[in-house]
């Protein structure tokens, strides 16, 4: 009941079973071909250009910075938790001149706010996270796109968290390019970075890979009036002609992750994206009147809260730590603690994907109970948790 | 029957399906130790570091690279395939001044060509392909590391095709940094990439990561003068952090993939690294025997053949494609083309890890035999290839 890596469906993992296809035997490049259909309704979009860099979703994340930035292009980077700084690491490495604008821990910003930099800063690229798992708050991104557009810059979205559990509108709200992760609530392994982007970033792409025909070495590669793309594996507009029909050898495709990424994006479609994000939206519900029937405060502005993450603020004199261990000791369920300024401060529990269950919601529910009791915390009334979260499904 | 990816043993296969851990989970973390402690005995090293970069093999070239070159060092990089331009590719996206020897394909350097070379130039990195799959061949690599540490330089070798089939003696040799391969010998799904260095290239990793505390921006990032490590990614200084006891937190280990690599290293040590280079060497034995049979010609000079990969060279009026299409759509069986000069002109076979055995060559043998005939090749004794396989498997 982590933020991820969470539980797989037992279909997903049987499907990591299969033997390994030739990377361009017609079978496997089907597979391939499918994936990208699949992922192009997952992110909502008609772009062309749907697959996945083969590393975790970080490797997602650099591959777009790393091909979408030119060294010395300005980036605004809207902090409002862990990610955000990621970013900005990122794409200070790809040579950016980052600005930055950060609200405190456990609020996003206004869209309009991020519109308001965006004119002011007049970035070549704005970079910003969706979900923040680290706070547990979800950015609203309508209007950003447009405010991109009226000064011809790109808007990249790490979507990590929410792809497969919260809406990300790829197309309707104007975003350029798209990082989803795996193993959270698409519910696959870790090891994939599903991304999309549109004619507006592959245009950039095409640009940089001509200036990269008469590759430079030195010190010139290094003059920012010659900006080729500073990667070889994470170079989008090489990937992009491995999954194009043209099949241009580049790595050798993770096979077995391919397999895990089909079968779980298939399993999203199933279910259908609406569906799927009610019943991530009905599980928080319960989750969270159960801890509310515990005495627990929840951390953040609940205004902006992220469905599936939830943070709790450590009650005053509990060892959080001890807790998350007796939790995995005795009942075999992992929550999360947090990062910089949140460490110690609050436990994170994600309802992502597969593990978002009723079942998973009222064992946890009764588990952390348990637990708090052995840890002397005073509950309002012992048992009232489960009872709350039952009550809360029944209104639902 | 390719050089990669090849069949994967059914327990590895079964090892993917198991419940994905948490990556802090202790239970997890043991598997990471466990996987450290294999890796070191399958590179035949006393390294602290040996670990997977989470991607396909090239992020672990990428990786290495990235992290040990400065922009404006000079490398050296002796070519005599494909995956030595690979290696010129990245090197020069790393900034740096590459310095090439080529070799026709075909054949190899003699380790003295490249020791000459290396003190000749006087670079400050050496990267060299010890198999190359695109023709076959295997580069001798004794000598080539005290030549490097005469004049402080660093030795990389991409070891991708061989590790696990053909000895590489990583502290023997006086490698610096080796990577590995999952897809090929290991007969683990491509994903992962098993890279090991000592402290002379860590040594590099954390002085850098010293210049990079102060992170530059925009075109500053570029001058030579500063030269932090240009990803984030696949900055192996931040990898050993998260495969160290401290377990700063980076990306999410890709946790299937993980289970993976483990068993087929559990695999490699119980069939024992000695006894798995002779089962490589007497099934290409039996397979040189029975083409040879056959009539066919193997390309390239014999004396430098690669043990886990035979090239031959397609007859005269035969259409090396249809004979691969008959072969995979009729019999199951795959075998590849190649790259480059060699496209139309040569098949390559691949006897590698689990796909490595006495009933795969006889199969791929008596298959091809049927195709060719099929194809109207003149054949000197229909029926011959699999005889002449077992009469060498009688006299090994």
């Known amino acids: 009941m982590t933020p991820g890596p969470v539980e797989v469906d037992p279909r997903v993992l049987r499907a990591m ?17 499918e994936t990208m259909e699949m992922l192009r309704e997952v992110f909502m979009t008609g772009n062309q250009w749907a697959y996945p860099v083969d590393g975790t979703s970080r490797s997602g994340i650099e591959a777009v910075l790393v091909s979408l930035i030119e060294p010395g292009d300005k980036v605004l980077v809207p902090i409002y938790g862990r ?85 990300v509108a790829t197309d309707e709200w104007g975003i350029d390019a798209v990082i989803g992760g795996t193993q959270k609530c698409l519910s696959v392994p870790s090891g994939l970075a599903p991304v999309t982007y549109n004619g507006r970033a592959e245009a950039k792409l095409l640009k940089r890979k001509r200036i990269e025909r008469g590759l430079l070495t030195g010190d010139e590669a290094y003059d920012p009036a010659h900006r080729p793309i500073l990667s070889n594996y994470l170079d989008l507009s090489q990937l992009q002609d491995y999954w194009s029909p043209a099949r241009l050898n580049h790595h050798t495709e993770a096979t077995t992750m391919l397999y895990a990424l089909r079968e779980g994006l298939r399993l999203v479609l199933q279910e259908g994206l609406e569906a799927r994000f009610a019943r991530h939206r009905r599980q928080e519900a319960a989750l969270v009147a159960g801890l509310e029937a515990m005495g627990l405060a929840l951390y953040g502005d609940p205004s902006c809260k992220m469905p599936v993450v939830t943070c709790i603020e450590i009650p005053e004199g509990v060892d959080g730590e001890s807790v998350r261990s007796m939790l995995l000791d005795e009942f075999g369920i992992e929550i999360a603690s947090s990062f910089g300024p949140l460490k110690g401060r609050i436990w994170r529990i994600g309802t992502m994907g597969y593990s978002c269950s009723k079942r998973n919601v009222l064992l946890t529910l009764g588990a952390l109970e348990a637990v708090l009791l052995r840890h002397r915390c005073k509950l309002p009334a012992p048992g009232a948790a489960v009872q709350a979260a039952l009550d809360a499904y029944r209104t639902d």
């Open 17 to 33: 079973s299969y033997p390994v296809l030739g990377q361009f035997d017609p079978e496997f490049t089907g597979l391939m071909n």
């Open 83 to 167: 990610f955000g700084h990621l970013l900005v690491e990122i794409a200070r490495r790809c040579g950016a001149e980052v600005v930055t604008i950060e609200k405190e821990w456990g609020t996003v910003f206004a869209a309009e706010e991020i519109v308001s930099a965006i004119r002011a800063h007049q970035p070549r690229l704005v970079a910003v996270v969706h979900g923040e798992t680290s706070t547990g708050r979800l950015q609203p991104l309508e209007g950003i796109g447009d405010a991109c557009r009226e000064i011809d810059a790109l808007l990249v979205v790490d979507a990590v968290a929410t792809i497969g559990g919260v809406k």
